[in-house]
Every structure is written in C-alpha cells, then in structure tokens.
C-alpha cells in the first residue's frame, strides 16, 4: 500500500554535512505529515523533524539550527539537509508518513544508517 524508502545515509566527520531523502509511494492521502525519527543503539526513537502538507514544520530542539527538512508534495519525497553534524547526530534515521485524514496510518520506511565519526 505504502512504501517509504531512504536513501542518503553514510559516514561523515563532525562538522560535515549530509543530506537524506525518502520517497513515499502508494496511497497517500493529503493532509499527512512526512518526517524524521531516529534511533541509536539503547536510546528511545525520537522525532527530528516533521512538515505538514502545508510547509509548516518542527523540529527537536537538539537539531534546531542544524537540519533543515523539506518536502515535494508533488513527488511525496521528503528530505533532510544536516549540517554541521555531532556525533550525537550518529543513528537509524527513519523517514516516516503519518497521515491525518482517512486511515490516519503510520508508515514507516526501514531507516538508514547516518554515523558522524572522525
């Protein structure tokens, strides 16, 4: 039905810059929201950041600054520009569509490995 897919992770020094991207397909019912959560290793999976279908967005307050998200509704790609990226940053980054009509379902694309390491 729907499928979310990452793409953009990697290893990347701290200070250095990455930029991901997920490309939802199937039904997708408007307003949704497409986002970011991660999860590192013992740690409970957190929002990073969120955008309705109409721009308006948050993030977490430890990303503020940093991340910048942005989303093609045409395309139903959401991205994710990271920079100057801490090794706090290090996590599975999963792309997320929740949709607020409809079903009201949660999708959850399989996450992609972003490691900040010198």
């Known amino acids: 039905q729907v499928q979310l897919v990452e793409s953009g992770g990697g290893l990347v020094q701290p200070g250095g810059s990455l930029k991901l991207s997920c490309a939802a397909s199937?039904?997708?019912?408007?307003?949704?929201?497409l986002g970011w959560y991660r999860q590192a290793p013992g740690k409970q999976r957190e929002l990073v950041a969120g955008m309705f279908t109409s721009g308006t967005s948050d993030y977490a307050d430890s990303v503020k600054g940093r991340f910048t998200i942005s989303r093609d509704n045409t395309e139903n790609t959401v991205y994710l520009q990271m920079n100057s990226l801490k090794p706090e940053d290090t996590a599975v980054y999963y792309c997320?569509?929740?949709?607020?009509?409809?079903?009201?379902?949660?999708?959850w694309g399989q996450g992609t490995q972003v490691t900040v390491s010198s």
């Open positions: 199937g039904s997708i019912v408007h307003p949704n929201i």
């Open positions: 997320y569509l929740k949709l607020l009509a409809y079903t009201q379902n949660t999708y």
